[in-house]
C-alpha cells in the first residue's frame, strides 16, 4: 500500500466519523427532548458524550483487532493535544477567562482522573476490572455533572447548552421519532466504517513511513479525533465563548480515561506498551498538572501562555518523531 492510499483511508475514515457522529447526536438528541431531559441535561450527557463516540469507536476497534498502541496512543495523545495544542490556540486567538467551577472542580476531577490512568497503565495492561471501575467513575461523574448544572450553572454556560443542543437537532414531536432512530442507526454505521478505516489507514501509514503504530496513534489519530473539540473551541473563541471551551476540553479529558478506555477495556484487557507509561502517560500528567497556575494566574489564559502550551505541543511531537 502507498502512503496516499494510506492517507486517503485516514482521511476518508475522519470525515465519516464526523459525520457520523454529528448524525448520531442529532438522532440521540431528538430522543432526548421526546423523552422529556432538559436542555441542560441533554447538553451534558447526549451531546457532551456523543462527541467523543469517534475515540471510543477508534480505540475499541484498534483494541479489538490488536492494535493496542493505537487504541491507549489515542486516548493519551487526544489528552495532550485537547489542552497543549487545542486550549493553546484557542488562548492563542482570544485569552480564554478561567472562572470559579473550572479550577475548583474540572480541573481538580481531570488530574485526579489522569493520575488514577498513569497508576492503572503502570503494570502494563488494563484489565476488565479496571475497566468496570472506570466506567463506573464516569456514571459518577455524569450524575454530579447534572446536578451541579442544575444548581450552580450560569446565565452564559445555560445559553451555551441551549445553542449546542438546537444545533444539533430541531424542536422534536413524536412524528420524528422513526427519523431520529434512523439518524442514530446511520450515524453508529458510519462510526463503525469510519472507525476501521482511519485504524486500516493508520497501521498501513506507520509500516509504509516507518512510524511506529504508538507514534501514529498519539500524534495523527488522536489529533484527527479531537479535530470537533477544536473547531468547537475555535469557533468558541471567535464568538467571545471560549471560557466554555475549558470545561469541554476539562470533560472531554476525563471522559477519554474513563468512558474510552474504560469501555475499551471491558470489551478487551488493554496491553499498554513500556514506553507509554515511561513517557507518554507522564506528559499527559505533567500537561493537565502545568494547567493550573496557567489557570490560577490572573484568572485567565494569556495568548503568550498559550503560544507556550502550543510550543510544549510542538515539542512533544518532535520528540516522539525523533526517537
Known sequence: ???????????????????????????????????????AVIGLTVVALGTSLPELVVSLLAALRGQPDIAVGNVIGSNIFNIAAILGATAVIRPVPIHGAAVKVDWPIMVLVSALGLLVMRDGAIDRFEGAFFVMGLVAFVSFSVWLARREVRNAEARELARSVAEHAPP?????????????AGG????????????????????????????????????GTSAPEMAASVAAARKGHSDIAVANLLGSNI????????????????????????SDAWWMMGVALVLFPLMRVGRSITRLEGAFLLGGYLLYVALLLLA
Open 172 to 184: 422534536a414531536d413524536w412524528q420524528q421519532v422513526g427519523k431520529s432512530l434512523m439518524l442514530v
Open 1 to 39: 500500500m502507498t502512503v496516499l492510499l494510506a492517507i486517503v483511508l485516514v482521511i476518508a475514515g475522519l470525515v465519516l466519523l464526523a459525520g457520523g457522529g454529528d448524525i448520531l447526536i442529532r438522532g440521540a438528541v431528538s430522543l432526548a427532548r421526546l423523552a422529556g431531559l432538559t436542555t
Open 255 to 278: 471522559f477519554n480515561i474513563l468512558g474510552i478506555l474504560g469501555a475499551t477495556a471491558l470489551v478487551t484487557p488493554i496491553p499498554v506498551a513500556l514506553e507509554m507509561v515511561r
Open 188 to 223: 453508529i454505521i458510519a462510526l463503525v466504517i469510519g472507525g476501521r478505516l482511519l485504524v486500516d489507514g493508520a497501521v498501513q501509514l506507520a509500516r509504509v513511513v516507518g512510524l511506529t503504530e504508538r507514534v501514529i496513534g498519539l500524534t495523527i489519530v488522536a489529533a
